[in-house]
């Protein structure tokens, strides 16, 4: 390959790169889960790269937001806020609290 | 009825090794203080476990414990002050203290991965055996609502704590 094509090739990798770096940082959203009476509402949620979740605590015991793939787990004490950015891996994610496994619910996150 | 106090005599049979017990006779204070102290039990068994154990998995599990525990005992507190009624101790609760008493025995002379197991494998046993009082006789046999709905709280958490203490035998085995 010379010099030209290598440019042509690399050119819409930057262009994406950009793109994605002007999403993340214009328009990430905070997107609210409430725990109350043992429950996840909404159980499922829907982000992109950049968002960040909150999980907000509202029993008088503590529980978690733990991956059931085990890659990440947010811990939510009583009456607090716990939170997750969300990174670059984009797919579903299955989650219960670790504390009182019958809590589950589900993050699908889109590029 | 029947199958209720069958229900639960087996559940007592199980945890404590008595099966002569007069559940239909309980009144709410009675009720409040078995609930109590099944609490303070399970409480007693994770700072045992605390003392002894260096396994993440199962610290982590018997620190949730008396956090839980002593946050549902709180709130049985704050009910029983509320309504101003004072818990009154009775032939189950006795029962449950000196079987506790016994098995924490037996846990604190064991060590390292057979501790942890037996302590864990306890926590199953334990939760499975509240959790069926419970539901088939002291949430059923409680009159005051609010007694009723803290009751069916606990079983609400004790549930979650029976799925924690199974999947974390899953762990250490």
Redesign the interface.
């Known amino acids: 390959m010379n010099v030209a094509g290598l440019r042509r090739a690399c050119l819409p990798a930057v262009v994406v790169a950009v793109m994605v770096s002007a999403h993340a940082t214009a328009s990430a959203e905070t997107i609210r889960v409430t725990i109350k009476a043992f429950r996840f509402s909404p159980v499922e949620v829907a982000a992109r790269v950049g968002d960040t979740i909150e999980w907000a605590n509202e029993d008088f015991v503590a529980h978690t937001a733990t991956a059931r793939s085990g890659e990440w787990e947010v811990a939510i004490p009583r009456g607090e806020v716990g939170r997750l950015i969300v990174d670059e891996s984009s797919g579903e994610w299955d989650y219960f609290c670790r504390f009182h496994p019958q809590m589950t619910g589900r993050v699908v996150v889109a590029d | 009825m029947l199958a209720r106090l069958i229900g639960f005599a087996a559940a007592i049979t199980m945890l404590f090794g008595v099966a002569n017990v007069y559940a239909a006779d309980l009144n709410d204070t009675q009720i409040a203080h078995i609930a109590y102290t099944a609490g303070q039990i399970d409480i007693a068994a994770a700072e045992l476990a605390l003392e002894k154990s260096s396994n993440e998995d199962v610290r982590?599990f018997a620190e949730?414990m008396v956090?839980?525990h002593t946050?549902?005992n709180e709130?049985a507190l704050a009910l029983v002050e509320k309504l101003g009624v004072t818990p009154e101790d009775n032939e189950t609760s006795q029962t449950l203290s000196k079987q506790a008493d016994l098995k924490r025995a037996e846990l604190a002379g064991l060590s390292g991965p057979a501790f942890d197991r037996a302590y864990v494998e306890n926590e199953v046993a334990y939760h499975q055996a509240v959790n069926d009082a419970l539901a088939n006789l002291l949430i059923p046999a409680a009159s005051n609502e609010e007694l009723k709905a803290l009751l069916s709280?606990g079983l609400?958490?004790f549930?979650?704590?029976q799925?924690?203490a199974e999947?974390v035998l899953e762990m250490i085995q």
């Open positions: 982590r949730n956090s839980d946050a549902v709130q709280t609400e958490i549930t979650g704590h799925q924690h999947n």
